[in-house]
């Protein structure tokens, strides 16, 4: 199914509540918001002004699959009402259509909860500076994607646009949000990574690290928010490819990233233009994702 591509939605029976990198998230009343998962690409947390087709419907598509497939391991913020129900006329249908959810209001928890079950990225240089991540000690002479002993929860401050997440230690988080709150996010995150990650590998795709979101109710029960398990918050890597010691291709935005590490650019807004192929290699690596995980693509 093709789907218009948008960079910003529009919703004018609702009130815009805010724009984050990719999202667009309106009021549909009290109880529930209407997240858009626009087309908007963003690379080192700056927002390119490039959409890349398909890729707002790629994500909310794995994402709620995955929601699906992992609602045992704990609630989450889906309402399943139809966001098409909840706005006016057939032009906000049509932006909202395949790329959207009406979600319950939680309040978020203010922290990055990220699993890690492969050294790379952030990880794999704390490793070399310290021989720990987030204060976790881990045995000496680990190489670069390097499978770890087992999965660690390592996780991190949420930034403001513009900024970097920073990791932290669970130390930090018992200070945030308390022992008994960090240790059922630490228990739950590790549990949701193991389940896919398995799930995932048989699919041929290692899940080298991910991060989830979550809220609580007024109550104080914790739910899973945002998306999880995308090509966006996640680092997919084709199984067949791995090898330890190189830093394996990605089902990602990494195609983007390669390129930009040729120019030159510091990383800060504003951000340059894509070339044409970049941004057509970069939507198909997102529906190669879809297509072995949820074993269908028709975007």
Not at 4 to 18: H, R
Not at 28 to 53: G, K, Q, Y
Not at 134 to 157: D, K, M, R, S, W
Not at 161 to 171: F, L, T, V
Request: with cysteine.
């Amino acid at each position: 199914m093709n789907y218009p591509t948008i960079f910003e939605s529009n919703i004018s029976s609702l009130a815009l509540l805010g724009r984050g990198k990719v999202r667009d998230i309106y009021a549909v009343d009290d109880a529930n918001l209407l997240i858009v998962t626009t087309d908007r690409l963003s690379a080192f947390d700056v927002v390119f002004p490039d959409p890349v087709p398909g890729k707002g419907a790629v994500l909310t598509a794995v994402a709620n699959f995955w929601f699906g497939k992992l609602a045992h391991v704990i609630p989450n913020q889906l309402t399943g009402i139809d966001p098409e129900s909840v706005v006016n006329g057939e032009a906000e249908r049509e932006q909202v259509r395949g790329r959207s959810i009406v979600v319950r209001r939680l309040k978020p928890l203010p922290i990055e909860a990220v699993a890690r079950g492969f050294l790379i990225g952030s990880g794999w240089k704390d490793y070399q500076a310290s021989g720990a991540i987030c204060g976790i000690a881990l045995p000496a002479g680990l190489q670069l994607a390097q499978a770890l002993p087992e999965a660690i929860f390592t996780p991190a401050t949420k930034a403001e646009m513009g900024d970097h997440d920073e990791n932290i230690s669970y130390a930090a988080v018992e200070k945030m949000i308390g022992s008994e709150l960090a240790k059922q996010v630490r228990d739950v995150t590790l549990r949701l990574y193991r389940e896919a990650a398995a799930f995932a590998r048989v699919r041929g795709i290692l899940i080298a690290d991910t991060k989830f979101e979550f809220g609580q109710d007024a109550s104080g029960r914790l739910f899973l928010i945002d998306e999880i398990l995308t090509p966006d918050s996640s680092r997919f890597w084709p199984a067949e490819q791995y090898q330890v010691g190189i830093s394996p291709p990605s089902f990602d935005k990494q195609i983007v990233r390669d390129y930009l590490e040729t120019l030159g650019w510091n990383k800060q807004p504003p951000a340059p233009r894509l070339p044409a192929e970049i941004i057509a290699k970069t939507a198909e690596k997102y529906r190669e994702a879809m297509s072995k995980l949820t074993g269908t693509c028709d975007i």
